[in-house]
């Protein structure tokens, strides 16, 4: 839209967008827009307070990755070095206008203190897992539920923080487990969120036992669930037509599944089969950044080269993965669009840059065009998360950059030490 208007009211939530001309009176506070405007975006599956292991198995495979270089250092990670790696996290990705990121990991309220220290936007699943030594799974499946039952689903200022389940992976834990995750968040409205189908070595034993992830999800009810599945690289086009049948959303990580070696996602088979498909950035250990554009590039990149068909993706349905579709495939509808009634989530695009060609002089799809494979997030000016500036001219306002760095090289650096 051009010479657009967007109007936040003092509730935080979207009072008025549309063009200029048309804007109610009693709009006083109405923004001319010096650039694009665009919806923060949605990261629909990570795990950032990863940012302290960056670097690490670099060269490894899936497998040897999570045995050899991921699980060992996690299991010497405090909740301090949680809640600092969450939080250099959550100022990365606002730096780069994601507004909303779904993670998966431990020590959730730690994170959900940084994410509100830096006014961002989180749905955080604590991880399930069955490993020998670890937690019991149902005493975690119990303190999730615990804690959506006292908090709520969604809490925080501007409802900032949304609790969720995440039963890490079907190849993890037994059946039993799934079906009662299945049960405890279908009563409740909770995002489910899984690892689905990412590589084929982890899954040999499971479809040699069900055939297929999905359909073991099927089986175990997950699938009637709001379930955000994420990779989904390895699926038939029956697993497909099973996860578009239930409106499972998946979260696409095209970078991580490109770097680990997993495989190629069929991204336009998913689409044309109507499943909901976000972008996803996965953890800050297996891509190496948390940028959603960059994601949304690499996305489109990737289904053009593979169909070798450039029509299969544009520009304008790249950036809409990691904005509209990715809150559809987290099951919100209070974000990812410019629309009156939901959060004000927008991100300020400079386009005086040498990335746009010509500023906003050119035709919509160009301009878009320019965004997308050119300026990336090196455009992101400004961002805003439920009305209030939280970014402004590149720099988080709330939280000091600096000194969230500092304290992950410390984490660091003590982790490395112990290992
Ligand atoms: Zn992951």
């Given at each position: 839209?051009?010479?657009?208007?967007?109007?936040?009211?003092?509730?935080?939530?979207?009072?008025?967008?549309?063009?200029?001309?048309?804007?109610?009176?009693?709009?006083?506070?109405?923004?001319?827009?010096?650039?694009?405007?665009?919806?923060?975006?949605?990261?629909?599956?990570?795990?950032?307070?990863?940012?302290?292991?960056?670097?690490?198995?670099?060269?490894?495979?899936?497998?040897?990755?999570?045995?050899?270089?991921?699980?060992?250092?996690?299991?010497?990670?405090?909740?301090?070095?949680?809640?600092?790696?969450?939080?250099?996290?959550?100022?990365?990705?606002?730096?780069?206008?994601?507004?909303?990121?779904?993670?998966?990991?431990?020590?959730?309220?730690?994170?959900?203190?940084?994410?509100?220290?830096?006014?961002?936007?989180?749905?955080?699943?604590?991880?399930?897992?069955?490993?020998?030594?670890?937690?019991?799974?149902?005493?975690?499946?119990?303190?999730?539920?615990?804690?959506?039952?006292?908090?709520?689903?969604?809490?925080?200022?501007?409802?900032?923080?949304?609790?969720?389940?995440?039963?890490?992976?079907?190849?993890?834990?037994?059946?039993?487990?799934?079906?009662?995750?299945?049960?405890?968040?279908?009563?409740?409205?909770?995002?489910?969120?899984?690892?689905?189908?990412?590589?084929?070595?982890?899954?040999?034993?499971?479809?040699?036992?069900?055939?297929?992830?999905p359909s073991l999800l099927k089986e175990t009810g997950l699938l009637e669930a709001r379930l955000t599945a994420a990779h989904a690289v390895?699926?038939?086009?029956?697993?497909?037509?099973?996860?578009?049948?239930?409106?499972?959303?998946?979260?696409?990580?095209?970078?991580?599944?490109?770097?680990?070696?997993?495989?190629?996602?069929?991204?336009?088979?998913?689409?044309?089969?109507?499943?909901?498909?976000?972008?996803?950035?996965?953890?800050?250990?297996?891509?190496?950044?948390?940028?959603?554009?960059?994601?949304?590039?690499?996305?489109?990149?990737?289904?053009?080269?593979?169909?070798?068909?450039?029509?299969?993706?544009?520009?304008?349905?790249?950036?809409?993965?990691?904005?509209?579709?990715?809150?559809?495939?987290?099951?919100?509808?209070?974000?990812?669009?410019?629309?009156?009634?939901?959060?004000?989530?927008?991100?300020?695009?400079?386009?005086?840059?040498?990335?746009?060609?010509?500023?906003?002089?050119?035709?919509?799809?160009?301009?878009?065009?320019?965004?997308?494979?050119?300026?990336?997030?090196?455009?992101?000016?400004?961002?805003?998360?439920?009305?209030?500036?939280?970014?402004?001219?590149?720099?988080?306002?709330?939280?000091?950059?600096?000194?969230?760095?500092?304290?992950?090289?410390?984490?660091?650096?003590?982790?490395?030490?112990?290992?």
């Open positions: 839209m051009r010479d657009g208007v967007l109007d936040i009211g003092a509730d935080g939530r979207i009072l008025y967008v549309g063009p200029a001309e048309d804007a109610p009176e009693w709009a006083g506070a109405l923004r001319p827009v010096d650039g694009i405007l665009m919806p923060g975006l949605i990261n629909a599956h990570a795990h950032s307070p990863m940012t302290a292991l960056r670097g690490r198995g670099g060269n490894l495979a899936l497998g040897d990755w999570l045995r050899q270089a991921m699980w060992p250092a996690e299991a010497l990670m405090t909740p301090a070095d949680i809640r600092a790696g969450m939080l250099l996290g959550s100022i990365e990705m606002l730096r780069g206008g994601i507004t909303t990121t779904s993670e998966m990991y431990f020590h959730v309220e730690q994170q959900a203190e940084a994410i509100l220290q830096t006014g961002g936007r989180g749905i955080l699943a604590e991880a399930v897992l069955d490993l020998p030594g670890g937690e019991d799974w149902r005493k975690v499946v119990e303190r999730i539920t615990t804690r959506i039952d006292s908090e709520g689903l969604r809490s925080g200022p501007d409802e900032r923080i949304e609790y969720a389940y995440g039963p890490h992976s079907a190849y993890v834990l037994p059946p039993e487990a799934l079906r009662l995750v299945g049960e405890l968040a279908r009563a409740r409205g909770a995002l489910v969120h899984i690892h689905v189908a990412e590589s084929v070595e982890e899954d040999v034993e499971l479809l040699e036992r069900f055939g297929s992830v390895h699926v038939s086009p029956a697993d497909i037509k099973l996860l578009a049948e239930a409106g499972t959303g998946v979260a696409h990580c095209p970078t991580s599944n490109a770097k680990l070696a997993s495989g190629i996602m069929p991204l336009p088979a998913l689409m044309q089969a109507g499943v909901p498909v976000g972008l996803g950035t996965d953890g800050p250990a297996s891509n190496d950044r948390l940028d959603l554009l960059d994601e949304a590039r690499t996305a489109a990149l990737i289904a053009r080269v593979t169909r070798q068909d450039v029509g299969v993706m544009t520009a304008a349905d790249a950036l809409l993965l990691a904005t509209r579709y990715g809150a559809e495939a987290l099951g919100r509808d209070d974000i990812g669009v410019l629309e009156t009634g939901r959060w004000a989530d927008v991100v300020t695009v400079s386009v005086d840059t040498p990335a746009f060609a010509t500023g906003l002089d050119m035709p919509d799809d160009e301009l878009i065009g320019n965004l997308v494979w050119a300026a990336g997030s090196r455009g992101v000016v400004d961002v805003r998360v439920a009305g209030e500036l939280v970014v402004a001219e590149g720099e988080t306002v709330r939280s000091d950059r600096h000194r969230a760095q500092a304290e992950v090289r410390a984490s660091a650096v003590r982790l490395r030490s112990r290992r």
